[in-house]
């Protein structure tokens, strides 16, 4: 128990690798490969909204002198803006935590929604000069586009093209519903049964991605109508559920990948393919790269 307080006490500081993007817009990527907990810190003024998405891991916010403190943890999103003061990065990274961050100044955010600002709650004209937050979930597409920022392997000269183009389809991932599912406005979501009951849905999938059961067994299992469970889970993940796991075993199959730990054939397999050529084409489709191009290009 000592060594752990230990441990926690020793605080290292580290530094965000920063990339530009364009006046009043840039991405914070911080990785803590260590195993001690790093301070990582940052200016940042009130005209600025920031996104932060933590790819594995946790850390935490701290505000105030410590008074306030603000855990993030893998797999989820946090958007945080204040009008009225400045909101500097003070973030205490655990061991193997990565997190993306996209900050941008609130000038160019209104600018990008400049069509329909009302779609965004926080830019309502009651809302504009209050503060904000808002934790959520990274959805799989989501998560794609981190990794993808978070692993990065192609020439320098293009990142902060490459950087930039992935930093818009976060935002638009981020702020992606369908048009005739308002969750805010659909008394089906209200019920909190129903929602349990589509996470159950998600758990079910995700534990038997190589052999996922239909739409009418999945909806048997959770005690859901088929109506229901098409409709909710669209609602709460953005997809529809068969859309959403097969961007959940590409992610698996690029991570598998990545491990150098198996071959293509096992990676397939592994994922729910059996035979190699349907895995090759279902990557490609994902990535726009077959699994093989992909590890050359990792390890090049």
């Known amino acids: 128990m000592k060594i752990e307080n230990k441990i926690e006490k020793s605080i290292a500081k580290g530094t965000f690798e ?11 990527i911080y990785k803590n490969e260590s195993k001690a907990i790093e301070l990582a810190e940052r200016q940042i003024d009130s005209s600025y909204i920031q996104f932060h998405f ?13 008074s306030y403190r603000l855990p993030i943890l893998g797999d989820t999103s946090l958007l945080l803006y204040n009008p009225q003061r400045d909101l500097p990065i003070h973030l205490e990274v655990q061991p193997n935590c990565m997190l993306v961050s996209l900050v941008i100044s609130l000038e160019k955010f209104h600018r990008l929604f400049s069509q329909d600002a009302s779609y965004v709650t926080f830019l309502s004209e009651d809302n504009r000069d209050k503060k904000y ?14 990794n993808q920022l978070l692993s990065f392997n192609l020439n320098n000269s293009i990142k902060p093209l490459y950087f930039k183009g992935k930093a818009y389809e976060l ?31 998600k758990d079910i999938i995700i534990a038997n991605m190589a052999e996922p059961p239909t739409l009418q067994e999945l909806s048997d299992q959770i005690d859901l109508s088929l109506k229901k469970l098409k409709e909710g889970f669209k609602q709460i993940y953005g997809d529809t559920v068969f859309g959403f796991l097969f961007d959940y075993k590409m992610e698996v199959a690029r991570k598998l990948l990545e491990s150098g730990n198996y071959n293509v054939n096992e990676v397939g397999l592994k994922v729910g393919y059996s035979t190699a050529s349907h895995f090759i084409a279902a990557f490609k489709k994902k990535f726009g790269t077959t699994p093989k191009k992909y590890i050359m290009e990792m390890n090049g």
Do not use: W
């Open 171 to 201: 935002l638009s991932l981020f702020f992606n519903r369908s048009e005739d599912a308002d969750i805010e406005q659909c008394p089906f979501l209200v019920d909190e049964s129903n929602v349990a009951k589509l996470k159950h849905a």
């Open 54 to 66: 933590c790819a594995k891991g946790e850390a935490t916010f701290v505000f105030n002198q410590g």
């Open 133 to 146: 937050y808002k934790d959520g979930s990274i959805t799989p597409s989501m998560a794609v586009v981190i």
């Open 18 to 28: 920063e990339v530009f993007l364009e006046d009043g817009f840039f991405i914070l």
